[in-house]
């Protein structure tokens, strides 16, 4: 129970971050994009603040094996530079770049009842449906490996 | 290139992003969870009983940000441009993507770029040109 609300919180907070940052508004993230034309820098500050203590917190984390609260640690352990990572990340740029949405601030901007945003999330479910269906095919023929997907 | 200084937030942003990164920080630190939010919901598409609480708990925090953010003040704006066919097409692609690529803008972006990985450096650096490439050719191309 004490784990769900410390999750709870961790969500809220990055919920705000979002909106406080200006990632919420697919204005903002789409003018930053847009080297090429009127640029806005601010959501280089987003992520430089966000690394600044994501550093010294995952500098911890990276040395224990189990949480605060008793947990197993769970940080990936992949280190495979294959084709599926290049390419998956690729196809989200292009669409991130089309809508100036990514999965978080359009979870948040789903919740203001946004009729955009919840129609983005609804096509990006679809989307994550398709791929676990593939997925499932793929690992069904036997014939590949399977890369960790996490 | 020229800078838009009229919408330019530089305070605000890196405020933001504090925040940002402290969500993570105590994701990680008291729940051992990578902060990762298209890895989050795209888990719950393969569900396992005792993986689906944590799930629910940070979205049930993501969702009721938008009610804390205004009680506090915070004032909301979120203006989307793109067409409602284009909408679904950009929401495909981004959760085709994200799962393939194994994360997104958090997960990849803060998380991975915070661990030092290097898959989450080539990730980002891929999904981040691929945005800049997307936008120059739907606004200055096409």
């Known amino acids: 129970m004490k784990q769900r609300i410390f999750e709870f919180v961790a969500g809220l907070l990055f919920g705000m971050g979002l909106l406080l940052s200006g990632m919420t508004d697919p204005s903002k993230v789409l003018g930053f994009l847009d080297v090429a034309g009127v640029w806005d820098p601010s959501l280089a500050f987003v992520m430089g603040g966000a690394v600044l203590v994501g550093l010294l917190a995952f500098a911890v984390a990276k040395r224990r094996s189990r949480s605060l609260l008793g947990a197993a640690m769970q940080l990936p352990t992949s280190r495979a530079l294959d084709r599926r990572l290049v390419l998956g990340s690729l196809v989200f740029g292009v669409g991130w770049g089309m809508a100036g949405f990514c999965p978080g601030p359009a979870l948040v901007s789903a919740a203001t009842g946004q009729p955009k945003a919840v129609l983005f999330v609804l096509a990006m479910l679809a989307g994550m449906a398709v791929f676990e269906v593939l997925e499932r095919m793929r690992n069904n023929t036997g014939l590949q490996p399977k890369t960790g997907a996490h | ?142």
């Open chain 2, 1 to 142: 290139m020229t800078i838009d200084w009229e919408h330019f937030t530089p305070w605000m942003s890196l405020a933001g992003g504090l925040v940002l990164g402290l969500a993570a920080a105590l994701l990680v630190l008291f729940n051992g969870r990578i902060l990762g939010v298209s890895g989050i919901v795209g888990g719950l598409l393969r569900p396992q009983r005792s993986d689906i609480g944590w799930r629910l708990a940070f979205i049930a925090g993501m969702w009721t940000a938008p009610l804390a953010y205004s009680l506090l003040g915070g004032h909301i704006t979120t203006q989307v441009d793109a067409s409602g066919v284009m909408v679904v097409l950009a929401g495909l692609l981004v959760g085709i993507g994200t799962r393939y690529g194994s994360g997104c803008t958090s997960g990849h972006g803060v998380c991975g770029l915070s661990r030092l990985s290097p898959r989450s450096l080539t990730a980002t650096a891929a999904f981040m040109g691929a945005g800049f490439v997307s936008v120059w050719v739907l606004r200055h191309i096409l």
